[in-house]
């Protein structure tokens, strides 16, 4: 179960994001049964806030949002027109802002970057049970790829 959204970038799309992303966590549990829970629901929220609002800032241009059911996960992908990785800065308790990409990484089971001819996709999986299974790694460096 997928679906792929195009988004305009404009000020509206995060909000926009989050709600289409919230729509497709409960279209799977009543459509398709799968068993989300709350704490899935708030981080994919989360997740795509950061997400959107990073391509937003940093890729002028429409976006394209994809969420995926797979195995016992949600996909959430977002594509954008930067070339760039994303880089966490690093730790700094007196910073205000910037921690997107930190908390993103912490509550991911996968983190992955690809680039591609036109910018790049920005792909985390966020586990839908309402603990992460034991033994899964959480906050691991992004995994980079071409």
Do not use: W
Not at 15 to 26: G, K, N, S, V
Not at 29 to 36: G, H, I, R
Request: hydrophobic residues 50%; negative net charge.
């Amino acid at each position: 179960m997928g679906v792929a959204v195009p988004l305009n970038g404009g000020d509206a799309s995060i909000a926009e994001a989050r709600h289409l992303a919230i729509d497709f966590l409960t279209r799977a549990q009543v459509d398709e049964n799968v068993a989300v829970s709350a704490r899935a629901m708030d981080l994919t929220q989360l997740v795509v806030s950061e997400l959107v609002t990073n391509a937003r800032k940093y890729a002028p241009g429409p976006m394209l949002m994809e969420l995926c059911i797979e195995d016992a996960a949600v996909a959430v992908t977002v594509h954008d027109s930067a070339r760039v990785r994303p880089v966490a800065r690093s730790e700094d308790p007196h910073r205000i802002g910037g921690h997107g990409l930190e908390i993103v990484m912490a509550v991911a089971q996968k983190f992955h970057v690809h680039l591609e001819p036109a910018g790049k996709r920005v792909t985390v999986h966020i586990a839908l049970a309402a603990e992460p299974a034991a033994g899964v790694p959480r906050g691991a460096a992004p995994h980079a790829s071409r």
